[in-house]
């Protein structure tokens, strides 16, 4: 640990919300706003930030995917109160925009060039622009009525794979030979396990007003039976293994963690969690849900520390078929001997997949379940990794410090 060591100290998210559900007219920058206006209050309760000086936050920095532009971490920054003076930045590396903007807010704090930024992610699937493809040799200000949206931008260029996630997670499944009933075990286990520590994930939690209807839950976790999910048929492949039953869903949802050097923290006498490093790693396109593996592996190599050492592991479960591939070749067990330490308060299966900030939902659980939980030793080690569209890998090492 050094004086400029970035430290986790406070975490929030808000419930998310199934698209065109709970939260669907709630904007994202709104979602995010409620976040950060929290977490200020929250840091000024613990000594960090004063509230007759919002200016005391150094950096708003946000992933964001489908969003509406015009620089939303800056946007969600004004409307949450914390001044013209705080900057915010937006990021976008698609599923990891949320975790890439904690790396990025790591990185200021490490550099000395910040002593507190609020950094995450934030998605609003329901209220996401619709996006229509210019012609060539079009230069108008808008579009012809003709013209329809397109559902996303590309991950990959002209002559490399490209393909949508959910079959690229079907071809995961038949590469790695994912049997069907493991998948929906897996899938099993994650609402199982969100239903059942409902109540220790309720204090990452922050309701949202809804025009006056306050959101406090989480919209899909549900009790299921292997019956149910085994009657689903193959979502993207005629008697495919991958269904919607062991696939996430798309979501609406912001996380956010606040990141201060160690001396700041030490100063306030918290716990948190030291950010020990972070990585990101390219990979396949065709295989964008294995992206993990070299992440993990590159992140653990240059840091000396062997995954056995790792007490606790978050990773966005966008499908069962890629969570099993990646701990497969990782040698964990989430449905046997691992079961404690892969995701044992469930994932985005059960949770949903609010894209831009789900990478930021990982490290808010690893606080809720490394320094929220007693019982956990200084010194455990936690770690969260995440796939991404066009075949990327993030992973972030942390450990648990303080008092």
Known sequence: MTPTTPVIVAALRTPVGTAGHSLADVDASTLAATLLARLTGDLTALGIASTADRASVDHVVLGNCMGPGGNLARVAALAAGLGEEVPGVTVDRQCGSGQEAIHQGAALVALGQADLVLA???????????????????????????????????FAPPGWPDPDMGPAAQDVADRWGIERQRQDAYALRSHERTLLFADRGANEIVPVDVSGRVVARDDRPRRLSP????????AFRPGGSVTAGNSCAISDGAAIVAVVPERVRAQAGVRGLAIRGWQASGSDPAMPGVGPLPAVRAL???????????????????FAAQVLACTDELGLHPLG???????????????????????????????????????????????????????????????????
């Open 120 to 154: 995450g992610g934030v998605e609003s699937a329901s209220t996401a622009p619709w996006r229509i493809a210019r012609p060539a040799g079009v230069f108008t200000a808008e579009p012809a009525h003709h013209l329809k949206p397109y559902p996303r931008a590309p």
């Open 337 to 403: 001997a691992d079961s404690e330490r892969v995701c044992p308060w469930g994932g985005a299966i059960a949770l949903g997949h609010p894209w831009g900030a789900s990478g930021a939902l990982l490290a808010v659980r690893l606080f809720s379940r490394m320094v929220r939980h007693e019982g956990v030793d200084a010194g455990a080690l936690g770690l969260a990794t995440c796939a991404i569209g066009g075949g990327q890998g993030l992973a972030m090492l942390v450990e648990r410090v303080g008092p």
């Open 227 to 234: 019956a149910v999910l085994a009657r689903l048929p193959g």
């Open 300 to 318: 653990l190599g240059r840091l000396g520390v062997a995954l056995d050492r790792v007490d606790a592991i978050e990773i966005t479960e966008a």
